[in-house]
């Protein structure tokens, strides 16, 4: 009876060891995930704040940029929020870190969302032809950065680190992310508006559109050998990804340089860039269209204006097309 005594307590201390050790895997495979996640989180934060400081640097001072040069940066700041908001879509994170993962999304949603309208607005406002109500988009936009700013430092953050604290982890805590510095400065329509008169090229700066008269005109648009008709049906046939031709001319008398053409089928938006027109000149955009728009389109083509343009009615045309 002793023997069997003694063996069933060897057997219930080796139970008790294993249980122990196989907790103790968990545990540390549990925190490890957790700093795992926590690193991944910062590297991103970390990219995200020096875009910030990027961004916000050129619109505070943008040296001798051009209007090109300087739209071309903020596109590439566009692109690279909008890499952050995939990589953070792309994230594993650990089930007690479900809903912080899910404000950080949130979050930057928010932000690409914001930078993309940004972008997409930029050279409007830096011209003439509805520059106000471009300027006026940008400021909405700094407002949609600065949710997401409240959102990251009063739950994401701190839920976080706090899972971090609770699980013994020190030294993988979440940095912080202000994507908008100097408080609720950028808010303001009137600040945004000073600083994009800091551009080089922009009309907001006065003499930076160059001496004479500035305008675009669009001339036609075809897609494969069909010539496109405004406020009429267009039936075309393709195979494989479409592309929308866009001629162009300058009808100014100065060299425009830079010349943003968009077209918007179902919504989505599609830019293009002529380079360079000299004055009389014109010249053409080819847009693909992806993916494949099937059936019935409504196609929003447009030059936007450039910097000292006044009157812009000829630089847009809609269509109706069905692809067949």
């Known amino acids: 009876m002793l023997r069997r005594l003694l063996a069933l307590g060897g057997a219930l201390v080796l139970l008790i060891l294993i249980v122990l050790g196989v907790k103790g895997c968990l545990d540390a495979r549990a925190r490890g ?30 040296g001798n940029l051009s209007v090109t040069e300087f739209t071309s940066e903020v596109n590439a700041d566009r692109s690279a929020m909008v890499n952050y908001a995939s990589r953070v879509d792309g994230l594993s994170a650990p089930g007690e870190l479900s809903g912080a993962q899910k404000s950080l999304e949130l979050v930057y949603v928010l932000r690409s ?27 909405r936009q700094m407002q949609k950065l600065l949710a997401a700013d409240v959102i990251y430092e009063t739950v994401t953050r701190p839920e976080i680190n706090g899972k971090l604290a609770d699980n013994g982890i020190e030294g993988d805590d979440v940095p912080k992310s202000t994507f ?35 305008g675009l005109g669009l001339l036609g648009v075809r897609i494969g050998e ?27 008398e100065s060299t425009e340089n830079g010349i943003t053409v968009v077209v918007i089928a179902n919504g989505k938006e599609t830019t293009q860039e002529i380079p360079t027109l000299e004055a009389g000149a014109t010249g053409t955009a080819v847009v693909p269209l992806t993916p494949a728009p099937e059936g019935e389109t409504t196609l929003e083509v447009e030059a936007e204006p450039v910097p000292g343009e006044e009157f812009a009615t000829n630089n847009e045309a809609t269509y109706t097309v069905n692809f067949e």
């Open 226 to 252: 069909t010539e496109l008709i405004a406020e009429a049906p267009n039936s075309v046939v393709t195979e494989g990804t479409p592309e929308v031709e866009v001629e162009v001319q300058n009808q100014g």
């Open 113 to 139: 969302s914001a930078m993309e309208q940004i972008a997409n607005k930029m050279r409007t406002a830096l011209g003439e032809a509805g520059a106000a109500k471009a300027t006026a988009a940008i400021a």
């Open 33 to 62: 995930a957790l700093s795992d996640y926590a690193r991944n989180v910062e590297q991103i934060v970390a990219e995200t704040n020096q875009t910030s400081k990027d961004f916000f640097s050129k619109l505070e001072d943008p």
């Open 180 to 214: 908008l510095p100097d408080g609720t400065k950028w808010l303001d329509e009137g600040e945004v508006q000073t600083a994009l008169g800091n551009v080089n090229g922009s009309s907001a700066g006065s003499e930076t559109a160059g001496p004479g008269v500035h």
